[in-house]
């Protein structure tokens, strides 16, 4: 079974710290997107990268992919309340059947205190 | 544009009963994708529709699952007769095209309860 496994599972931060978030995993992958999900909502996309090495950021957040493309890591600059949040990666596979499958982290559970 | 749409939000049904869930994916999204989270795991393929089509089903965990796509637009999944282990949370989610660079756009999830 092809993990990816997110440290750490939780994370309780003050407000104007930074953090970093990783995903590891022994399989590679053609691509890792980055998603947050709130309470009660579906996972909302961030980011993706594609190329071993990547780095792209967006806003207080950067995000890299490992040169191999077996892991991926978040750090958030300043963190505010309203990075509080689930943050999933997912990494996405060629499968059989002719189109990417998607396989999902474990998950960070972040919370960012005022 | 409305989003991904996602009903029940909630059920809650005995053992051996039958549920469905329906998904609405956004207009002209022609990807439709169910993914669940039983808890304390992470989220889990389930299926992909291309159309009317299910491009890939190696997610489904036994045939005690149905999902149907007529005509391309929205989709069901039904479990009948459910059991415990199917409590979860069933997300949808939905792309204009295949490939990395096509955001996938997820429901809100219905929660499901099998007591």
């Known amino acids: 079974t092809q993990l990816l496994e997110q440290s750490p599972q939780f994370l309780s931060i003050q407000e104007g710290e930074n953090l970093t978030v990783y995903c590891n995993s022994s399989s590679v992958f053609s691509s890792l997107q980055w998603y947050r999900q709130e309470p009660g909502e579906g996972p909302v996309l961030l980011v993706t990268v594609v190329t071993g090495g990547e780095v792209k950021k967006l806003k207080r957040l950067t995000f890299q992919f490992g040169d191999a493309r077996k892991d991926s890591s978040l750090h958030i600059t300043a963190a505010q309340p309203g990075d509080t949040g689930l943050y999933l990666c997912a990494g996405a596979k060629w499968g059989g059947s002719g189109t990417y499958k998607y396989i999902f982290g474990t998950g960070t559970r972040l919370k960012v205190l005022a | 544009e409305a989003g991904v749409t996602q009903f029940p939000s909630h059920s809650v049904i005995e053992k051996g009963q039958t549920v469905t869930l329906r998904c609405d994916p956004i207009s002209g999204h022609d990807n439709l994708y169910w993914y669940r989270r039983v808890m304390g795991k992470e989220i889990k393929f389930l299926l992909h529709f291309v159309k009317e089509s299910k491009q890939d089903e190696s997610g489904m965990p036994n045939n005690r699952f149905l999902a149907e796509r007529t005509g391309g637009t929205y989709s069901t999944l039904k479990v009948q007769p459910a059991e415990l282990e199917d409590s979860g949370v069933y997300f949808c989610?939905?792309?204009?095209?295949?490939?990395?660079?096509?955001?996938?756009?997820f429901g809100d999830g219905t929660r499901l309860s099998i007591l």
């Open positions: 989610a939905s792309s204009q095209g295949q490939g990395e660079f096509q955001p996938q756009h």
